[in-house]
């Protein structure tokens, strides 16, 4: 599969680059890494002809503060360097871990923490080549009209599947965004839409500056990925817990779900079982079984849809036993 043409630029400031995308319009995408806007450009699921590339913009590739104050990471710094990053890995263990497990070495090199929070949605009848899709007549997210995963839907179901969407939205985390008419700073739990084609609550104008992860004060968090293979897959289920505790009780908890929906979703019954209690293991039961009675995974990933559920249970099991331990 070839690309499509495009005028390629290169700006130098943010300032120059959210410029060319005013004026590009709804022609323009701005690119970092480019592992999830070129291979879509070339399945034809999306064809902008003005791609803007802010992948060597000096603000965007910045990592500072540290978990006593909160720590900003500009949206161009790559996957491997959130993996490597001793701050991040002292102080934000989670961040470094779900990175870790995104796809392959090679395309963590290229790959950026921004590009990851803003993927594309994916489903087994939107992310095949043209000639597949077409065959199909296409379907409701690209080119088509009807949703092949629940054909008499308004909706389409494709499903969110960033590793680092659910730990941000678990901790807290807010996103900087620019454009030229100013800043904004939206928090990741308000960023994500549950509609597998308008998934984004940004404007197409708007470039991701930034990630800003709160101060560490006492809370831990845990992220359990599954996968068919060890390496490269992306999550059909995953799992971000989030707590804090202070006097061996829980004072705040979430519990978020990756994986299975066009948007995370939040247990907030898991939460309300583990705040203001001691964490053991009947708590923790009984918030994996909150997890298994909300989660209602798509079959339109990989594995049968039914053990999918089954596992939301095991993997929160997973992430608070792996909490308990550090608390």
């Known amino acids: 599969m070839r690309l499509p043409k495009f005028d390629y630029r290169t700006p130098q400031t943010i300032t120059e680059a959210v410029k060319i995308m005013a004026v590009a319009g709804l022609e323009g995408q701005f690119v970092a890494g480019g592992t999830d806007l070129y291979p879509n450009m070339k399945r034809r699921q999306q064809m902008p002809k003005i791609v803007i590339s802010v992948m060597r913009l000096q603000a965007l590739n910045e990592i500072t503060g540290n978990g006593n104050q909160g720590l900003r990471i500009g949206a161009s710094v790559t996957l491997t360097d959130v993996c490597e990053n001793e701050i991040i890995k002292r102080d934000y263990p989670v961040i470094a871990h779900a990175a870790r497990t995104i796809s392959t070495p090679l395309l963590r090199n290229m790959g950026t923490i921004g590009g990851n929070l803003l993927l594309d949605t994916r489903c087994n009848y939107y992310d095949q080549n043209y000639e597949w899709r077409k065959g199909i007549n296409f379907c409701l997210k690209k080119d088509g009209d009807v949703c092949w995963v629940a054909p008499g839907s308004s909706k389409c179901w494709a499903v969110q599947s960033s590793d680092l969407v659910p730990v941000m939205v ?23 839409n549950d509609d597998g084609i308008d998934y984004l609550r940004k404007r197409p104008d708007e470039l991701l500056v930034s990630i800003e992860l709160p101060p560490t004060n006492g809370w831990r968090a845990s992220y359990q ?22 006097h061996d009780v829980i004072t705040e908890a979430k519990l978020i779900l990756g994986g299975i929906a066009p948007a995370p979703v939040e ?32 079959d339109n990933t990989d594995f049968v ?23």
């Open 225 to 246: 990925k599954l996968r068919r293979r060890g390496a490269f897959d992306f999550p059909v289920l995953g799992v971000a817990a989030y707590l804090k505790q202070e």
């Open 267 to 298: 247990i907030k019954e898991a939460a309300t079982i583990l705040v203001g209690k001691p964490l053991n293991a009947d708590q923790i039961n009984a918030a994996a079984e909150a997890a298994y009675i909300k989660a209602r995974p798509l």
């Open 305 to 327: 849809y039914q053990w999918r559920k089954q596992m939301a249970k095991q993997y929160t099991l997973r992430a608070l036993k792996e909490l308990s331990d550090m608390l």
């Open 170 to 192: 678990a901790i807290g985390a807010k996103l900087r965004f620019a454009s030229t008419l100013g800043e904004r700073v939206v928090d990741a739990a308000g960023l994500y």
